[in-house]
């Protein structure tokens, strides 16, 4: 996730990052510009349609469908935009659960108790990095060094990586129960938190896996491809080669609202405006080896 702050206004105006839109659509902007200096040639030229023909009035309509699409573009934002933040919250909870199972937990484990407490040091925020791996659809080992835990070390990566680690937690939580480590009545204590792990992963998965339906999202692009295309034959006879330039315009903001959309509707990716999975989970890290 890229950090900034809002309040600088100049430069965020003559900053470019490479996921910028202006970047990703610079060629379709040129062409669609070339395109529209063609149309406008032929119209002032050849056609002049606009002098006898009823698409003098086509502009008129034109502005009508540009204010409907700039309404579906609204709501496509503002979905979109719900999938990030609830992804964020998700992340917030897990942070809150973290700390509050180790700060459970160092206070029923005895003191002197280092091997326990070293397994729950390591556990808990390996769910964590663990969870960002799967969610990115990449390998979900992750390989401790330390040989006293060989429930954390050996990981298969073939299975839900996330509910191996949860289980181990909750399997060493039993065991402790058995012990005599803990009483029942602290075995319920902690529950909760080891449970919402299990909670906040599928919830992250429903976002991953459910994403905007496929005919929603190809209707807004033909919808944005075919304002853009009829826009030079709208506006060309009143405009003239300024067309060229309304249009490339035009079709950059429309462009960058759904590619914006795009990229925040998954926001367990890899760009730069997606969260800070990485962070989040060195920061449960950081706050639980001080508190356990």
């Known amino acids: 996730m890229r950090i900034y702050n809002p309040k600088e206004w100049f430069g965020i105006l003559f900053q470019f990052h490479k996921s910028d839109t ?14 529209s200096g063609i149309i406008a040639y032929l119209e002032i030229n050849y056609f ?28 496509r934002t503002n979905t979109a935009y719900d999938r990030w933040w609830e992804g964020r919250k998700l992340w917030g909870a897990l942070v809150n659960n973290s700390r509050n199972l180790a700060l459970k937990l160092t206070t029923l484990l005895d003191k002197d108790d280092e091997y326990n407490r070293d397994f729950f040091r390591k556990a808990i ?44 937690i909750i399997a060493r939580a039993v065991q402790l129960h058995k012990e005599g480590v803990i009483s029942g009545e602290q075995l319920l204590f902690i529950n909760n938190e080891v449970s919402s792990f299990t909670d906040i992963c599928g919830a ?66 890899k760009d730069s405006n997606d969260l800070p999975m990485e962070k ?13």
């Open 22 to 35: 202006l970047r990703k659509l610079l060629g379709l902007i040129a062409i669609i510009a070339i395109y």
């Open 48 to 75: 002049k349609t606009h002098e006898t023909s009823p698409l003098k009035n086509f502009s008129v309509m034109h502005t009508i469908l540009g204010m409907a699409l700039s309404l579906l573009l609204v709501f």
């Open 125 to 168: 925020p390996m769910y964590a990095f663990v969870l960002k791996e799967h969610l990115q659809a990449e390998s979900t080992r992750y390989m401790l060094d330390d040989a006293d835990h060989p429930e954390l070390k050996n990981l298969d990566s073939d299975k839900h990586a996330p509910n191996q680690v949860a289980k181990a």
């Open 204 to 269: 992250c998965e429903r976002i991953k896996n459910t994403p905007i339906p496929y005919s929603y999202s190809a209707f807004i692009k033909k919808f944005i491809f075919t304002y853009i295309m009829t826009m030079p034959i709208a506006y060309s006879f009143s405009l003239g080669y300024l067309v060229m330039l309304v249009v490339a315009i035009v079709f950059y903001v429309l462009g960058s609202l759904e590619l914006i959309a795009e990229e925040i509707e998954d926001p367990f990716g």
């Open 280 to 292: 989040i989970a060195g920061n449960i890290e950081k706050h639980v080896a001080e508190i356990i």
